[in-house]
Every structure is written in C-alpha cells, then in structure tokens.
C-alpha cells in the first residue's frame, strides 16, 4: 500500500525526523487503504485513471451499465473533500479532523541509543559481531481523528458503505494501517442524515475512527572512539619537578574494534 506523500521541505532532514505521522499521512493511508478494499468490489467498483486518482470521465452516450463488468468509469469515488470539477455519487470523503501531542515518557524517550550491528571476519575465519552506538532516539505520539463522510443516492448505498467501511477499519485492514504506522483505537458511527442536492436527495453519514501514531528522530552519533592511543614517560618521579628520562618513552595503539572482538 502505498500513498505517494512525500516530504517537500528540508526541514525534516536537517533536524533528523524520520517519522511524523499527523496529518497528511494518515488521511493519505486511509483513502489509499479504501481504495484498495472497494477495488476488489464488483458492485461499488472502484478504477483508478492514468494518474492514480478515481476514473470519472465524462459518461454522456456510455451505456448504464458502464463500470459493472469493466473499468470504463469508477463507480464510487474515494478521495478528498472539496474536489470541485466532478460531483459523483456515491463519495467516500477523508479528511482529518485534529490531533494532539501524548507524551510516551517525560523526556520524550531521550537517551536511547540506536545501536548497528557490524560483522567481522579475520584472515582466521574467525568471526565477530560488534554494536555501535549509531544515533540517539526521542520519540513521542499523536493521538488524533479521521473523519469519513459518506455521501449517496439512496438510503440503502449509505447503509452499505458505512457497514463495509466500519468492518474495514475494524478488522480487515487493521494490521496493515498499523505496519503502515497508523494504529485505530476505535471507530464510531454517526446519525444518519440527509440533504438537498439540486433537484435530489441526498443520503449522509459519518464514520469517525479515533487513531494513534508516532514521531520519531535519529540523531546521528558522530563522534565515536575508534582508537585508544596510550604513551608512557620514564623518569624520576621522586624530584620536583619530575624529571623524565630523554629518548624512552612507550607508545602504542588500542583499536575499539581489536579490543571488542577479544571479549
């Protein structure tokens, strides 16, 4: 599953943040996710166009039928509110609708270590797994909602799509929102409603899942002891000032990785 959101600003690279799932990102896996389910549906059939975006040409001369046993046209449409070149019904409408910060520790789980494991192989064939400390980790969460609004023609295409979206969110897709980094705490139904849409009805419900998600930074370690040098002076140490001896002196090098792999 895939949403084709991706960061635009530099900001997240400069201060280390390699994950902040908020806003856009659940809406995106959300409607991504709805697409998928109702793409396997014969009846709600959703299609895609060339660009990725739901298939709503221009249906003047195409039969009644079209979308049922083909892809000429979706048959619902799932994406954003506020589109405003296509009105098609029946519409599944994401949007997200506020989150805020819950703290997981009280210093943001600063002090944690990422560690990377390096393999080592001498001329020996002896083999040696060392951890490195690689960067620092502060990580909190965000609890927030996704509202769904259901839009349809009739009473019974409303009822349908709010049961088979609350089944979705409960239970079918509940693993994968969560590997993708969204997790659904709860999801509640709405009263149903309707308006006026032109010269026509139209059919309303609103389905809100309560969800929870992470941000995460990894600041690089970059100072790490890769050698120990130690130096020894001979001298008298008994006068003041010490007097050392010239021309002995006893140098040598401790590597990290030497010293790890003879524990």
Known sequence: MGTANTWRSDLSVLHN????TLASQPKEIFIESLREFFSEDSYYHYVRDEWGFPKT???TN?????????????????????????IYYPAILVRPAGARFVPISFNNEEGSVQWTAQRFVDGYGNESVIHTPSSFIKAGAWEGTITIDIEAK?????????????????ELRRAQLQRSGVFVK???????????DRNDKLFKCTITCDIRSEWR??????????????C????NLSERPHVLAPNIRAVTAVELIDALTEL
Do not use: K
Not at 17 to 20: E, L, M, P, R, V
Not at 217 to 230: A, C, G, K, L, Q
């Open 154 to 170: 009739s009473p019974q295409a409303r009822d349908d799509l709010t049961n088979l979206i609350s089944i979705h969110f409960i």
């Open 57 to 59: 040409p221009d249906l």
């Open 62 to 86: 195409h039969p009644i039928e079209a979308g049922y046993n083909d892809d000429a046209t979706t048959r619902i449409f799932i994406g954003e509110p506020y589109r405003t070149d296509v």
């Open 17 to 20: 943040i390699t994950q902040n």
């Open 186 to 196: 709860g999801v509640s139904q709405g009263a149903t409603s309707e308006g006026e």
């Open 217 to 230: 930074r990894e600041i690089p370690i970059n100072n790490v002891v890769d050698m120990i040098n130690i």
């Open 232 to 235: 020894v002076d001979f001298g």
